[in-house]
């Protein structure tokens, strides 16, 4: 009789166990494909892609549009390629993590451990930058960013993703800290160790899944921004900006395989930022909420 | 003036006193235990001795150094926490001398310190590891080990022993005990649990509600608890409260009270200055232990009294048996030899050492000085 019940409940286990796993390549299928179709076409001549199926394996496999894209396709009116605008990107992404990220941590670590009056209302208006719609703020940015002549600088654009970041990272720092117990704050401070050193010594060591969130959500949104980029890149446009530049350029014939190449290659530093730390990052979701 | 001394203190959060005018003189080598129910304020007055919490009224001196403002590591105290507050990135050798690094000690010395108070805890074993990789009462022995490298002053203890298991909970207090007996430290420790109270402290504070009820030797607040608060929350099973009434006979105070069976029971005062009270009402305090069969009597009592009653449970517990009752209309628990025969529902004649009997008066709950 429990025998009976018992191998029921294994093979319905089993039917829905299939289940779930078809449902799930089917949609790993779904985003897989499109980026399928963008390296298969990025490494076939141009004729190929004109002449046929989007979809099938290249005849001839050429890297050429990877080179022309990356060195000597026409950027609005240079044919510069896209590698200046990927240096400028990088110029840009680096800084702008950094420095966000870092003050997103001693944001939450004062709003924390450091708790003063009105400290609430100080996060409270932080998150609400997290909620501000870009258009709102590029008339008021371009004056501010003229007034300091930073405008149409790598500078210039650091300083708007710190600005636009740091309630992001705030928020992430805040909710990390307040899972961490205040008694070791205190029996550090009994040691003798002062703001910083505290810091330093006793929370940043444990601070690594936290700040692997904090690093993969700004890289991807400083790095896929287009709109900040293109209204404050002046002469140091992204790589986002120069792409467009790339695929809508109006002269010639379209070379649809260079565009493909050309959009992995913009897509490429994130993706390689989640491949990296992709496993930290939900690691870093889910901590806090359970204590180990 | 004493070496820690806790002189008109308050503390306030806004509006609301949690403290009330805290004097406490703690002489050197003392083992002071702040004692009381969840959210009377122990923690609280800690952490003001700390200098974790600023102090609203009043001083806190060591060493004859008013410590009103001072700075927590400039006060050369070490302090142990509930959760023993052990930083988890570093090893057990580099968490007990994080203290004496944050205060420029070179590291020769601080290795020096190290070593000692390993051997001392028996922790030498442990050095390189994590605090993740230790039990629990091994994370206890680094929180102790990290106060005594830094040879302070005051050592300041939060419960500490309240994240252990029973049975380790017991070696703790006794290696707690040893270690004060050695090194001669002056202690305030908190905890709510009453045994430790007695069993650690050279002198108890028990407080409720933000004052402090009764300050004395473990024997003082024990013996002659100075009021029903102090009586009831010290002491396991708790001291009997029982209502009874003064009256004179044969020239002495007696308590007259009703048993389970509605007889009028009568028992001899120890204390002459009952008389006093004469004809009124009181609260009369037995601890069960005084209130046994006549074989388990104490030999030296010179006042021990018959009293027979009904029984209405009986619960052996190994070394004891305890005995539930009624008595003036209260619950009352008596506390027998293991292998006294008792049958509930039946009476049995107890011995009661009334000299270990005190009385409360009923308005003040206050006791009635001897
Ligand atoms: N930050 C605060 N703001 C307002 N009231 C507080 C604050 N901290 C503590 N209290 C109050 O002060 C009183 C004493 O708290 P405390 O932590 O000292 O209690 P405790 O005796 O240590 O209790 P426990 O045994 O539960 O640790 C409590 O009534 C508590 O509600
Ligand atoms: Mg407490």
Redesign the interface.
């Known amino acids: 009789m429990s025998g009976a019940t018992q191998s029921t409940a294994v093979s319905t286990g089993r039917i829905t166990r299939t289940l779930i796993y078809l449902v799930l390549l089917l949609f790993a299928l779904f985003y897989l494909l499109p980026f399928f179709v963008m390296v298969v076409n990025s490494l076939k001549p141009l004729d190929e892609i004109t002449g046929g199926n989007m979809m099938s394996l290249p005849q001839t496999w050429t890297i050429q549009p990877w080179l022309q894209a990356w060195s000597s396709a026409q950027i609005g009116v240079e044919p510069t390629g896209l590698r200046p605008y990927f240096l400028n990107s990088l110029l840009m992404v680096v800084p702008a993590v950094a420095i966000s990220t870092g003050l997103g941590a001693i944001n939450g670590y004062v709003l924390t451990k450091w708790r003063f009056r009105g400290d609430n209302i100080i996060f409270g208006l932080l998150l609400f930058s997290c909620f501000i719609p870009f258009q709102i703020v590029l008339i008021p940015m371009a004056t501010i960013l003229g007034k300091l002549g930073i405008a149409g600088s790598i500078p210039g654009l650091v300083l708007v993703h710190v600005v636009y970041g740091v309630g992001f990272t705030t928020l992430y720092y805040r909710n990390y800290y307040a899972a961490f117990?205040t008694?070791?704050v205190?029996?550090?401070?009994?040691?003798?160790?002062g703001f910083f050193?505290i810091f330093w010594?006793?929370l940043l060591?444990?601070s690594g899944p936290i700040t692997v969130v904090s690093v993969i959500w700004q890289f991807t949104n400083v790095w896929n921004d287009f709109l900040f980029g293109a209204s404050f890149g002046g002469q140091s446009q992204p790589m986002t900006v120069a792409l467009n530049n790339l695929v809508s350029s109006s002269t010639g014939v379209k070379e649809y395989n260079v565009h493909f190449a050309g959009a992995i290659l913009a897509a490429l530093p994130t993706l390689l930022v989640y491949i990296v730390a992709g496993r930290y990052f939900v690691r870093g979701l889910m901590a806090g909420s359970v204590k180990g | 003036m004493g070496f820690l001394d806790i002189s008109n203190v308050t503390k306030s959060y806004g509006k609301t006193e949690v403290l009330h005018r805290v004097d406490i003189g703690v002489e050197e080598g003392e083992f002071l235990v702040l004692v009381g129910p969840s959210g009377c304020g122990k923690s609280t007055l800690l952490n003001m001795i700390?200098?974790?919490e600023d102090i609203t009224g009043g001083d806190i001196s060591i060493r004859g150094r008013v410590m009103n403002g001072v700075?927590?590591?400039k006060r050369n105290?070490?302090?142990v926490?509930?959760?023993y507050?052990l930083?988890?990135?570093m090893t057990v050798g580099q968490n007990m001398t994080?203290?004496l690094e944050?205060?420029g000690v070179p590291k020769p010395e601080r290795d020096k310190a190290l070593t000692e108070v390993a051997a001392l805890l028996q922790l030498d074993k442990l050095l390189d590891r994590k605090p993740g990789q230790l039990s629990g009462g091994q994370r206890q022995r680094v929180a102790m080990g990290?106060a005594l490298v830094r040879e302070p002053d005051v050592f300041l203890f939060d419960e500490p022993l309240s994240n252990l298991d029973a049975k380790l909970r017991v070696d703790m207090r006794t290696e707690i005990k040893k270690l004060h007996a050695k090194l001669k430290t002056t202690i305030v420790y908190v905890t709510h649990d009453q045994i430790e109270a007695l069993t650690l402290s050279t002198r108890i504070a028990v407080m409720n509600d933000g004052y402090v009820q009764q300050l004395g030797t473990p024997k003082e607040v024990y013996d002659t608890p100075a009021n029903i608060f102090v009586a009831t929350f010290m002491g396991s099973p708790a001291m009997n409260i029982i209502p009874a009434q003064v009256a004179m006979q044969d020239g002495a105070p007696h308590a007259v009270l009703t048993n389970a069976a509605g007889e009028t029971v009568q028992l001899r005062f120890s204390q002459e200055n009952m008389v006093d009270w004469v004809g009124r009402d009181i609260l009369l305090g037995l601890r069960p232990e005084a209130l046994t069969d006549p074989e388990g009597a104490d030999r030296k009592s010179q006042n021990i009294a018959a009293l027979s009653n009904p029984v209405a449970v009986a619960e052996p517990a190994g070394s004891d048996t305890f005995v539930t009752m009624t008595l003036g209309g209260r619950d009352v628990i008596a506390r027998l030899r293991a292998d006294t025969s008792v049958t509930p529902g039946t009476s049995f004649d107890f011995a009661v050492n009334m000299e270990k009997a005190v009385a409360f008066d009923p308005e003040t709950e206050r006791r009635i000085p001897a």
């Open positions: 117990p008694e070791l205190r029996a550090a401070m009994i040691d003798g160790a050193r010594r006793i060591p444990v | 700390a200098g974790l700075h927590p590591s105290i070490a302090m926490f509930q959760s507050a930083y988890p990135n994080f203290g944050m205060h990290r």
